[in-house]
């Protein structure tokens, strides 16, 4: 027995719980930096997801993060799962250990601002839909309240605080995503990036609800 075969061993196990407990999911794997749910599904297979192997304790407000079920013996990071449950993407598959996994709640498009590089008189040079270029388009997220919010720059008497968001979602190849940079959501809803840490788990952000 080496790591190889005892890593095959478990995947192979929690496939075999998975065909008892589980829903259908469907193994989705993106090819582009567009659109990854409108690929052909590799698979479909059973999946389970819970936050302790002995299913003693449900998931909490808040919380994005779920313990996966399934035999990912053909599976890698940033692959998705879609299913009863709705959407998840494979976050880490650390050796021997459980399968972690994110539920998606959101549907994002990640945007960045084009500056002009021109000299002399130019036009206005902020963000405008017209300067918003697409780098990443209709990639599940999970999109979760923040700790905090902003205050309105107007700050009239009736205004509220802007509020803040956490942001987990899978990483592609080539792209980094910097501060300033926008994301939008199925909702309608937009957002400012103010924080983003590239982990082995995918993109970890912050970000600020903008007006729209």
Not at 36 to 63: I, M, R, V, W
Not at 104 to 124: C, F, P, S
Request: a neutral charge.
């Amino acid at each position: 027995m080496d790591g190889t075969k005892l890593q095959a061993k478990i995947y192979k196990g929690y496939g075999q719980a998975a065909k008892r407990i589980g829903f259908t999911y469907q193994q989705f794997r993106a090819t582009s930096a567009n659109n990854p749910l409108a690929t052909t599904p590799l698979q479909s297979l059973p999946a389970s997801f819970t936050t302790k192997f002995d299913y003693s304790a449900p998931n909490k407000y808040g919380q994005a993060t779920w313990l996966g079920l399934f035999d990912a013996t053909q599976f890698q990071p940033g692959d998705f799962l879609v299913g009863h449950q709705g959407t998840f993407f494979v976050a880490a598959m650390q050796d021997t250990l459980p399968i972690y996994c994110v539920q998606a709640n959101r549907t994002v498009t990640l945007l960045r601002v084009a500056m002009e590089d021109k000299v002399g008189q130019i036009g206005y040079g902020g963000d405008t839909p017209a300067t918003e270029v697409p780098l990443m388009q209709n990639w599940p997220a999970s999109i979760l309240q923040g700790t905090k919010g902003e205050a309105n720059e107007a700050k009239l008497p009736g205004d509220v605080r802007t509020p803040w968001w956490a942001i987990l979602m899978p990483a592609w190849p080539g792209i980094v995503i910097r501060t300033s940079d926008i994301l939008t959501d199925d909702l309608g809803r937009k957002y400012v990036i103010s924080s983003a840490e590239l982990t082995d788990m995918g993109w970890r952000m912050t970000a600020m609800q903008a007006q729209v």
